[in-house]
């Protein structure tokens, strides 16, 4: 099989699946009965030519590259519509703004930086027995590890050993810009953690944050450290996110917190710290809320209508009627 719709060149194309035969393999190809990619599963079939009469070999490729020929024309339709989706989504949200500024002329839009926020869920239910067995099973696990180390310096591996390094620069970053800060924290209070959805019944707290807070609690054993975590988990948290996070917050003080928790921003609003930077200013934020920052790159007929609209400051969070007038 080739590939001649570039001009001026011809590829080999795999003899199952029709993908490009690597550069590499080329040459070598060129003169196989059956080119191949580098798919496990593209060889061992060719492979079984051996075993296989003739005719019937032919017959399975074949099937096999009507399958695959179907199955790539779906993945071609599937992006298409994801692009067209996410170019409405784009649409949509940029009148949302133009109308903004049509009502607020004080408003200019350079001042302005759009920014699309997700949804965290909001359904509160009682915290059932099995959850509060998992979390203390995953306390209990981790706390073992933590105390066969002796210091926080100890541990070479660890989920939050990234987040820690984040943790300092977001401080180094809000000290010399505090307007940042506010503008960070007024934003996510409007998310209501969609980011906490993916905490579980673990809360991301691993071997460094218990070692870190037996060091700072010498007086606690083990026991208590644990007691002191399960204390903490309210009667009533959001159904299917972190067994910590409740209708107002995190239940968790931040000292207890893991360094995933306490440092981790959304890419919307890494993007804005890094653009505020470059800028040299803070800029009001016109922050546009769906339920999925961007639902097409999920699935395309996944509904994401605007929730909210609101433009956020370092001073207030103003949020809008849904038809400005």
Same mark, same amino acid.
């Given at each position: 099989m080739v590939d001649v719709t570039a001009p001026g060149s011809v590829k080999l194309l795999c003899c199952v699946c029709g993908e490009p035969v690597p550069a590499l393999q080329q040459r070598e190809a060129a003169t196989a009965e059956f080119p191949l990619c580098r798919s496990f599963d593209c060889n061992r079939f060719v492979e079984q030519r051996r075993s296989l009469p003739a005719n019937l070999f032919r017959a399975q490729l074949e099937f096999l590259r009507t399958q695959f020929r179907e199955l790539k024309s779906i993945q071609q339709d599937r992006e298409r519509r994801?692009?067209?989706r996410v170019a409405e989504e784009e649409r949509q949200n940029q009148q949302l703004l133009d109308t903004v500024l049509e009502h607020r002329p004080a408003l200019a839009e350079g001042d302005v930086q759009l920014m699309v926020i997700? !949804?965290?869920?909001t359904h509160v239910a009682p915290v059932p027995p099995q959850r509060i067995d998992n979390y203390?099973?995953?306390?209990?696990e981790m706390l073992a590890a933590a105390e066969e180390c002796i210091s926080t310096s100890a541990i070479a591996e660890d989920r939050n050993l990234h987040y820690e390094k984040d943790f300092e620069r977001n401080s180094d970053r809000f000290q010399r810009t505090p307007e940042l800060q506010a503008v960070s924290n007024q934003l996510c209070a409007m998310c209501r953690g969609a980011c906490c959805s993916s905490g579980g019944d673990h809360a991301y707290l691993s071997p460094l944050i218990l070692r870190r807070m037996l060091d700072a609690n010498p007086e606690l054993g083990g026991d208590d450290i644990v007691a002191r975590y399960l204390s903490c988990v309210a !009667?009533?948290?959001i159904e299917g996110s972190c067994i910590n996070q409740t209708a107002t917050g995190c239940s968790l003080p931040r000292d207890m917190r893991s360094d995933t928790c306490n440092a981790y921003f959304c890419d919307p609003i890494l993007n804005y710290h890094r653009d505020s930077e470059d800028a040299g200013a803070v800029r009001t934020v016109f922050a546009v809320q769906r339920e999925n920052t961007f639902a097409g790159t999920i699935d395309p007929d996944t509904?994401?209508?605007?929730?909210?609209?609101?433009l956020v400051t370092a001073r207030?969070?103003?949020?809008?009627?849904?038809?400005i007038d």
């Open positions: 994801i692009s067209a997700p !949804a965290g869920r203390r099973t995953h306390l209990q !009667a009533e948290t509904a994401n209508d605007v929730l909210a609209t609101a207030r969070l103003e949020r809008l009627p849904e038809n």
